[in-house]
């Protein structure tokens, strides 16, 4: 797979980019990861990308003219344009796997209140966003959208059934993973459960499911007492 990103933060791509699985991806050939600064593309000999946003507001804004060169730079009839924004649709499992099938990927990453309107409408592209919340900027997320997608590129994990497991939890975007436990078997008191060490995988499946639906519960509870506590 191919992957341009377009950023005015190189450096916050190429730091995760140069570990570990996303590091040996690249090694193996499986990923050609290209990372662009859309300074290189502004106008002026002062490189400006961002200007006040037309009508007032706080911040700036994108300028369409540079980031519109940046993205023609890059993009190939087969690419897939995406664009890093809060305002977009959410990321999640499914859309990771329907990406890592894409043999070539152009990620635009935001920053400052956004883009220009003018990059939506021109290039169309599918806008994502990895949470209700507001990044710095787009690069953050781009990381985030990359590491989810890589690690689900054939050849990429090569333990295809951790992968193949993983996905029934997963894609269920209600549910927490249920909790692992590895060696050694008595840790400062804490025993790993015996079912576990059974060897009935029925047991054990049952057992995960219950501690998933568990920690779901739980997390939700968690959450609950937290609005409550913001809204006093
Ligand atoms: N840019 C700023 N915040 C973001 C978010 N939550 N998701 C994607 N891009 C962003």
């Not at 990895?130 to 690690?151: K, M, P, Q």
Request: aromatic share 6%.
């Amino acid at each position: 797979m191919k992957i341009d990103v377009l950023t005015l933060f190189p450096e916050i791509i190429l730091g995760p980019a140069s570990q570990s699985i996303l590091k040996r991806s690249q090694e193996s050939g499986l990923l050609n990861l290209n990372v662009v600064n859309i300074r290189d593309f502004a106008f002026d000999k002062h490189k400006k990308v961002d200007e006040l946003p037309y009508g007032g507001g706080p911040g700036m804004v994108m300028r369409p003219d540079v980031a519109y060169r940046a993205v023609q730079s890059v993009l190939e009839k087969d690419s897939m344009l995406i664009m890093m924004t809060p305002s977009g649709g959410m990321f999640d499992q499914r859309m990771a796997a329907s990406l890592a099938e894409k043999d070539k990927l152009v990620i635009l990453c935001g920053h400052y209140e956004g883009v220009d309107e003018r990059i939506r409408l021109l290039c169309n592209p599918l806008c994502l966003s990895i949470g209700h919340y507001v990044l710095t900027n787009g690069a953050l997320a781009a990381a985030v959208v990359i590491d989810a997608v890589v690690r689900l590129i054939p050849g990429v994990l090569g333990n295809a059934q951790s992968l193949e497991e993983e996905s029934f939890s997963t894609t269920d975007e209600e549910t927490i993973e249920y909790p692992q436990y590895t060696r050694p078997r008595e840790f400062m008191g804490l025993n790993v459960p015996d079912v576990l060490l059974s060897g009935d995988h029925l047991k054990i499946k049952k057992w995960r499911q219950e501690e998933a639906l568990k920690r779901t519960r739980e997390y939700e509870e968690t959450v609950k007492k937290m609005a409550i506590q913001q809204e006093q």
